[in-house]
């Protein structure tokens, strides 16, 4: 009931202000257990996205979003779990993992859409990067539902880093055909089949975003990203330091220039 209205107040509005379209809808199934596969490109997918569909669909979010104090906190749980979200405490890498499997699996159990980025962060340039093989394919070969590979368009240009007012324009959703992995059942613990299926689903979540592909895991670009920025960063305050060494030395060296004259008229 709690989803049904917090869908009302905020996927209408969405709806009515970004007026997002859709390809593909008739592939999501009108009713039992489907994994919804999409890339990652803005914090908003996980909002426009439940936003068109008819059916309920269950994504993991972090447990600080459930967890903060105060009224600002408890009122973010709230929209948070009114929305579909899963808390699940990301404090240990592999801990969270197995977490996030297990709600996956709880949720496709009840019959329900689960929805998950294989990728396992928001893409940092807007390019398509390679999928994490531990959840998304582990859920899908342990429960034998359905993989709908899902395309997320333009929803980064809404509200890029750093800006807090979105621009009004329509992002896009494309939905795939469902990919069947029942041939793998049982072999969830095969590193190579892991890998086999993530790569399937991110080829045709590629064909379906036109995204280009890099073939290295997002978290890695970021941590690449953010060496980078920092070692810009250093590299200016030691030039902007180097300049001012050398300013001072020009100063010092006109002062004593200015100065010398001065000293020769007043030796006796």
Do not use: C
Request: glycine share 10%; net charge positive; hydrophobic share 40%.
């Amino acid at each position: 009931m709690l989803y049904g209205a917090m869908k009302v107040a905020v996927g209408g509005p969405l709806k009515v202000a970004f007026r997002p379209w859709v390809e593909g809808l008739e592939n999501v199934p009108a009713e039992g257990p489907a994994i919804l596969a999409s890339n990652h490109l803005s914090f908003s997918d996980s909002f426009f996205l439940p936003a068109v569909l008819d059916r309920k669909v269950t994504f993991i979010a972090k447990a600080e979003y459930f967890t903060t104090p105060g009224v600002k906190g408890r009122l973010t749980a709230a929209f948070f779990k009114g929305v579909g979200q899963l808390p699940v405490d990301r404090s240990g890498a592999r801990g969270a993992g197995e977490a996030a499997i297990k709600s996956g699996i709880e949720v496709l159990e009840r019959g329900e859409l689960f929805g998950i980025y294989p990728e396992g962060t928001r893409s940092p340039d807007g390019r398509l990067y390679r999928g994490k093989p531990g959840g998304l394919a582990r859920v899908a070969l342990a429960t034998g539902a359905p993989v709908i590979p899902v395309a997320m368009i333009d929803t980064e240009k809404i509200q890029p880093p750093g800006k807090v007012m979105p621009k009004l324009m329509r992002p896009g959703i494309r939905i795939g055909k469902p990919l069947d992995f029942s041939r793998y059942q049982g072999m969830e613990h095969d590193r190579f089949v892991l890998r086999a299926v993530t790569d399937e689903v991110m080829y045709e979540i590629m064909k379906l975003s036109g995204q280009e592909y890099v073939d290295m895991y997002a978290t890695a670009m970021k941590r690449q990203l953010a060496e980078a920025a920092k070692a810009e960063k250093e590299a200016g305050k030691a030039a902007r330091a180097a300049l001012a060494r050398a300013e001072k030395e020009q100063a010092d060296k006109e002062k004593s220039e200015r100065e010398e004259p001065e000293n020769r008229r007043t030796e006796p």
